[in-house]
């Protein structure tokens, strides 16, 4: 798993610029607008996107539109998948663990009468 993917996305303006393309492309100006940046802001974000190759710009006529590439967060899924067996069996141990609490707890009242 590649660390330049996690430095990119760990800024939350790069994080919502990938969240904006998942549903489909879009021009730099487009980006600026919908997030209330500067376009030299988001430029420089996508740049970071662009270098780190969560996006791909696409030139239609004069403009200029970023798309996502899917690959990187296949990776990033390939890689999340090795720790989910150890997560679910934790939780599964944690709810069995909780549920027994339940069950074996003796009734308490909560106020007593003098």
Do not use: C
């Not at 100006?29 to 996508?46: F, T, V």
């Not at 296949?74 to 599964?92: F, H, I, K, S």
């Not at 339940?102 to 308490?108: A, D, L, M, S």
């Amino acid at each position: 798993m590649d660390i330049t993917t996690f430095s990119a996305l760990a800024e939350p303006n790069r994080l919502r610029i990938v969240e904006l393309l998942l549903n489909g492309p879009l021009t730099v100006g487009d980006i600026a607008n919908r997030l209330g940046l500067r376009q030299p802001q988001a430029s420089k974000h996508l740049r970071v996107l662009l270098e780190a190759g969560l996006v791909e710009v696409q030139a239609v006529a004069n403009r200029r539109s970023y798309k996502i590439r899917l690959e990187p967060f296949r990776e990033l899924d390939a890689w999340l998948e090795t720790y989910r067996g150890v997560w679910d069996e934790r939780l599964d141990a944690l709810e069995n663990y909780l549920h027994k609490l339940r069950t074996h707890e003796p009734n308490q009242t909560t106020f007593q009468e003098e």
